[in-house]
């Protein structure tokens, strides 16, 4: 079992930025690949960005290219997620999320790919 808790969110002017943190519990975070999500009220679960267990790929949403960078690191059992640029629409409940079942090698983006869920963070974006 692996246990993730946001952190991070929270109210910010628009070009404005934040970074979300997501500790994960366990000794096998190495092993798993790791995404953010975000679901805006009345909208479906999306995908935002995520990296493979070793760090060496990632892969982002089109929304947010060049906006945002998700990054890990291994021996704090933790991932990031670096928002710059912010926008009114990036309004959300971010969630971070782990899966297992493909050894961290394959970035999924789509949130049934993932095995593990955190409780999400708010993040909320004035114009």
């Known amino acids: 079992q692996v246990q993730l808790v946001e952190s991070g969110g929270g109210l910010v002017q628009g070009g404005g930025s934040l970074r979300l943190s997501c500790a994960a519990s366990?000794?096998?975070?190495?092993?798993?690949?790791m995404g953010w999500f975000r679901q805006a009220p009345g909208k479906e679960r999306e995908f935002v960005a995520g990296i493979r267990s070793g760090g060496g790929s990632t892969n982002y949403a089109d929304s947010v290219k060049d906006r945002f960078t998700i990054s890990r690191d291994n021996a704090k059992n933790t991932v990031y997620l670096q928002m710059n640029s912010l926008k009114p629409e990036d309004t959300a409940v971010y969630y971070c999320?782990?899966?297992?079942?493909?050894?961290?090698?394959?970035?999924?983006?789509?949130?049934?790919?993932?095995?593990?869920w955190g409780q999400g963070t708010q993040v909320t974006v004035s114009s």
């Open positions: 999320a782990a899966e297992s079942r493909r050894g961290g090698l394959r970035i999924g983006t789509q949130w049934y790919e993932y095995d593990y």
């Open positions: 366990g000794r096998s975070f190495r092993n798993y690949a």
